[in-house]
């Protein structure tokens, strides 16, 4: 199933015996474009940790529309790790809003990524272009389609020409 990065920050995380906290985030690895880590905000529990939990302990089957269940216990959260500095992996929350840039120029900005939980995945980015183009709108545009992130400028910069995002599929409504 596909799920909106930003409907999922702050859904409720349940451990099996209890919850944990809300889901803070998501990290991924920048070359693959797969989820490496739900990162979990604990709140008061644990003094307000931030914790990396792998994706692998996501439950799908005690999940619901409101919570994020896992697969582990609260001692097993508590044993995972905080946050760290790792080169290849980067914020869900940091690259929406950067600027997605063609070879042909600036056209949009990205909205907000979608997550597919059964391989956790980007599957795509939700690519804003209404200030750009007349009568513009909200479409996909795949990871595959990136040449590189420029990460200081704050910009996605893919193959495709302007006329190809204008031309990709339409997001689902918000």
């Known amino acids: 199933m596909l799920h909106r990065v930003k ?21 991924f ?14 709140g008061g529990w644990l003094t307000g940790r931030k914790l990396l939990i792998p994706p692998a302990a996501f439950d799908r089957e005690h999940t619901s529309h409101d919570s994020i269940a896992l697969q582990l216990t609260r001692e097993q ?18 690259v929406i809003g950067y600027a997605l840039e ?9 909205e907000d990524i979608l997550i597919d939980d059964i391989n956790w995945a980007i599957a795509d980015m939700v690519i804003d272009t209404r200030k750009w183009l007349p009568g513009g709108k909200r479409v996909l545009v795949a ?19 302007r006329d190809e995002v204008e031309n990709s599929p339409e997001a689902p409504p918000l």
């Open 7 to 27: 409907e999922l920050q702050g859904d409720p995380i349940v451990a099996v015996d209890g919850r944990i906290g809300s889901l803070d985030d998501l990290y």
């Open 29 to 42: 690895e920048d070359q693959r474009w797969d989820v490496r880590y739900l990162v979990v905000a604990t």
């Open 77 to 94: 959260v508590e044993k995972s790790p905080g946050m760290a500095a790792d080169r290849n992996l980067r914020s869900s929350a940091e």
């Open 102 to 110: 063609t070879p042909d120029g600036e056209i949009g900005h990205v």
């Open 143 to 161: 990871p595959s389609a990136v040449e590189h992130i420029d990460w200081p400028r704050r910009k996605v910069r893919v193959r495709l020409s």
